[in-house]
C-alpha cells in the first residue's frame, strides 16, 4: 500500500513570495492534515478535512495560509505571502476517517526555508 | 489550549542500556501515542494506549498509559544505534485534535 505522498520536498522562498504544497493521501482515507513542525518542536494542526469539507482550521493563520481538497483526494496548502517565520516543515497525514484520529499516517514532509 | 510536557528533551545513551521517557499533561487525555521520527521522515506511530492503566509493548517498546489519564511513558529496553530519533507523545481528549509533545531526541554511543 502506498504511503501520503508530498511535493516538492525542499523549498527555499524569498519572504513576501507565494509557495504551495501538495499531499496525496493514503488512498480510501476519507480524513486529511496538514500540519506545521518547527524545528525542536512537535507537529502541530494547521486544518482537518474530511473528505472535501473542513472540520478545523482554528489553528491556520488564515490571513496567509489557505488549503483546499477539492475532490475529497489531493490537497494543497498555499502560503502568500511568506514570512520568515513560517521557515518549518509542512506534514500531510490521512487516516480511515474522523474517529480514528490515532491511526494517522504522515507524509515525509515539506521543508520550507524562507530567506 | 491542551499542553504535553515531554521529558527529557534529550538522552545520550550507551547502546544495550534501557531509555525511559514520558509525558505530562494538566488535563485528561482519553488516548495517548508514541511516535518517532527519523531525519528527514515524517513520524511513525509506535504504540496506541486506549484505556487507563494499559500497558502495551511492541518489541523492545513498552508504553504504558497512565492512571490519571495525564501521562504516558515509553520504554526502550537494550537500546540499539537504530534507535536513534526523536520520540513524540501524542494524545487526544474526546474527539479533539491530535496534541504533540516537545520530543525526546534519542541519541545512542555505539
Same mark, same amino acid.
Given at each position: ?115 | ?8 528533551? $534529550? ?70 544505534? $537504530? ?9 487526544? $481528549? ?17
Amino acid at each position: 500500500e502506498a504511503g501520503v505522498a508530498q511535493s516538492p520536498r525542499y523549498k527555499i522562498i524569498e519572504k513576501r513570495q507565494s509557495v504551495a504544497f501538495w499531499c496525496n493521501p493514503i488512498s480510501g482515507h476519507a480524513t486529511l492534515y496538514w500540519y506545521q513542525q518547527i524545528l525542536g518542536q512537535g507537529p502541530k494542526l494547521l486544518i482537518q478535512f474530511q473528505n472535501n469539507g473542513v472540520v478545523d482550521d482554528s489553528q491556520l493563520p488564515k490571513d496567509r495560509f489557505s488549503a483546499e481538497r477539492l475532490k475529497g483526494v489531493d490537497s494543497t496548502l498555499k502560503i502568500q505571502p511568506a514570512k520568515l517565520e513560517d521557515s518549518a516543515v509542512y506534514l500531510c497525514a490521512s487516516s480511515l476517517s474522523y474517529s480514528r484520529q490515532e491511526t494517522q499516517y504522515f507524509g515525509p514532509g515539506t521543508r520550507l526555508l524562507v530567506l | 489550549g491542551q499542553q504535553l510536557n515531554q521529558s527529557p528533551q $534529550s538522552m545520550f545513551i550507551q547502546e544495550g542500556e534501557d531509555v525511559s521517557m514520558n509525558c505530562t499533561s494538566s488535563s485528561i487525555f482519553n488516548t495517548w501515542l508514541w511516535y518517532k521520527q527519523d531525519p528527514g521522515e515524517g513520524p511513525v506511530l509506535l504504540i496506541a494506549l486506549y484505556k487507563a492503566g494499559e500497558l502495551t509493548s511492541n518489541g523492545r517498546l513498552t508504553a504504558q498509559f497512565g492512571i490519571t489519564r495525564k501521562d504516558s511513558f515509553l520504554n526502550i529496553s537494550a537500546s540499539i544505534p $537504530s534507535d536513534v530519533g526523536i520520540y513524540f507523545c501524542a494524545g487526544t $481528549s474526546y474527539g479533539n485534535k491530535l496534541v504533540f509533545g516537545a520530543g525526546t531526541i534519542l541519541r545512542v554511543k555505539s
